[in-house]
């Protein structure tokens, strides 16, 4: 293998360091002084008071892996290139460098250091979007670029796309470029219109190798400019290796194969290959979480972690498949990741008891669930389970409605998904309040 996924960290940071950034601590996942973010979710989420000036950064360009978790997505989990967890490879201008060099050095270590293909190569840049009138299209980004890309591999998309930022509700954002590898034809929709904004996998992004963070974003939405230009730039160590090596999903690197191997022993990877991969990437979302002294629980934090947790369990149960599994598969993490990070090993044995503790729990709230829905089953006149009774079942006893959808496809009804969602955003919306 050419670029094992060692090589990618290693590669990454030695261009930086010799580029003349420091190389900064990766943090825990918990953030600290941070009240308005549960997790860190992105590489620059520690760093955020340099960028508004409020502390002086070691040095005015950083880089560093920073360990992330983003649930966001946590539904697409199990498509070739979705995660909970991921290690994001992160460098930083604190009001040194700004939009030339960000792209000349992404550029440089795409083509130069880690040699792909640049014919598979496009870029998105911002391009102005209604919804902030007052931020014009990032024209010097697109120009830049020119020196490098034909124009008609130069996009420019909207907010959505390309205007990345705050972690939370309030922060530095700004308007940001991407580097888009094109996987071909063969893996997308087909479709004539598909681009990088198609969610059916061709295009995937790589690198969004310059944030331009000139703005803090405050809680009613409006933007006053920062201090200084800062440039922010973060890639998905999963991404890149999935690319480098050649493969078609992140679980096939190096940095998912030993996972996938313990679970493909007791589950038949032809028949259920998105469990196997929910089943992977929970895993150890769960015990980097774990490591970092997140225990699961019933608010903030601690219910990301559980819901995380459950999540996995719930799919070893559906593939009536020992939950046992769950710490098996945490084993290899903490045995392929403890070089790199050592307080998975250090935290072996509490990891182990809380993971224990929450089969137990999860175990219990399914019984119950269990009994639970088999009187509302019995009980019902019509084929479906009305969504008041799947969102009680969810709300009050904690039992997944994944896991109330597939009992109920066993029986031959269906779930009134529609007022069940109705009924979570209602939550939602309180909970938000
Ligand atoms: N901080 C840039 C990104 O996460 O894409």
């Known amino acids: ?54 502390s002086i950064p070691p040095s ?12 966001i997505d946590i539904n697409s989990v199990g498509d070739p290139h979705h995660l909970t967890f991921f290690e994001m490879l992160g460098n930083w201008s604190i009001g040194d460098y700004s939009k030339k060099e960000a792209i000349e050095f992404g550029w440089r270590l795409i083509k130069d250091v880690f040699q792909i293909d640049t014919s598979k190569i496009i870029v998105t ?8 009138p007052g931020i014009s299209a990032d024209m010097e980004s697109f120009e830049i670029w020119l020196n490098y890309l034909p124009k008609d591999r130069i996009i420019l998309l909207d907010a959505d796309s390309n205007f990345w930022g705050p972690t939370s509700d309030t922060g530095p954002c700004g308007p940001c470029t991407e580097i888009i590898f094109d996987r071909g034809i063969k893996n997308g929709c087909g479709k004539v219109d598909c681009g990088p904004e198609c969610e059916c996998g061709r295009f995937l992004e790589i690198w969004n190798v310059g944030v331009f963070m000139q703005y803090f974003m405050h809680e009613d939405g409006s933007l006053t400019k920062l201090p200084m230009n800062c440039v922010d730039a973060g890639a998905g160590l999963e991404r890149f290796a ?7 999903s992140v679980y096939e690197t190096d940095l998912f194969i030993p996972l996938i191997e313990v679970l493909t022993n007791k589950i038949d990877i032809n028949k259920n290959k998105r469990e196997i991969r929910i089943i992977a990437d ?3 979302a769960s015990v980097f979480m774990l490591a970092d002294g997140i225990i699961p629980g019933k608010t903030k934090r601690e219910y990301v972690l559980r819901r995380i947790m459950r999540r996995a369990l719930l799919y070893l149960t559906i593939l009536e498949v020992d939950c046992q599994l769950f710490w098996d598969v945490s084993q290899v993490v903490i045995r392929e990741y ?28 399914l019984s119950k669930g269990l009994r639970e829905l088999d009187r509302i089953i019995k009980s019902s006149t019509s084929a479906v389970i009305s969504g008041d009774d799947a969102f009680k079942l969810q709300d009050t006893l904690g039992f997944p409605i994944d896991l109330i959808c597939e009992i109920a496809g066993n029986k031959g009804m269906t779930v009134d998904k529609e007022r069940f969602n109705f009924l979570l955003e209602e939550q939602r919306q309180r909970s938000r309040k």
């Open 125 to 132: 840049v911002f391009g102005g979007d209604k919804s902030l």
């Open 242 to 248: 999935m690319i480098l090596q050649g493969v078609e």
């Open 60 to 71: 005015k360009r950083m880089c560093n892996i920073q360990k992330c978790v983003r649930t």
């Open 1 to 54: 293998m050419k670029f094992k996924a060692n090589d990618v960290r290693e590669d990454f940071l030695n261009f930086f360091k010799k580029n003349g950034h420091m190389e900064i601590e990766n943090l825990s996942l918990i953030p600290q002084n941070d009240p308005t973010l549960l997790i860190i979710n992105s590489g620059m989420a520690p760093l955020k008071d340099y960028f508004t000036g409020e």
């Open 338 to 365: 403890s070089c790199r990070y050592p307080e998975l090993k250090d935290g072996e044995d509490f990891i182990k008891n809380v993971i224990f503790s929450e089969i137990t729990s999860f175990n219990k709230v």
């Open 282 to 284: 929970h895993v150890r």
